[in-house]
């Protein structure tokens, strides 16, 4: 945690989004910016299929897709340069979408919930959605995919 607030009062933004770290606050807060901007892909896939005429559900389900896509590139240039996966680039990226895949699932749950339960209008469900699978996402994959920084 030192080190995130070290990097944020320097105003360090090359260590708080480029140089390579194993430390996992930073990880963490890179995942947070990577995980924002691949929801807004998601977000706007979401609202254009279902404006299109689809049922917001098929949206979620496009929407995962273009997001776990963006994700993947982007944490792997931005967030786990220095982690070592546990299996080769093919089941790296297999693995990562097993781990969004779940996530999904709990994003279409959390969204009946509080779409057609509590009454939320899609949208402001799916961003709720968001958040709280952002913290699934990065501790499966930090946790289960890969090892830890080179050298640690």
Known sequence: MRELWTLIRRRDFDGLFRRPTANAMVQFFRYAFVGGFAALVDWGVVWLVEHMGAHYQVGVVFGFFAGLAVNYLLSKLLVFQMETARTGAGGEFLGYALIGAAGLLIT???MHVFTEWVGLYFMVSRIIATF?????????????????GKGA
């Open 108 to 110: 279409m749950g959390l």
């Open 132 to 148: 709280i699978v952002l913290i699934w996402n990065f501790a499966a994959r930090k946790l289960l995919l890969y090892r830890g």
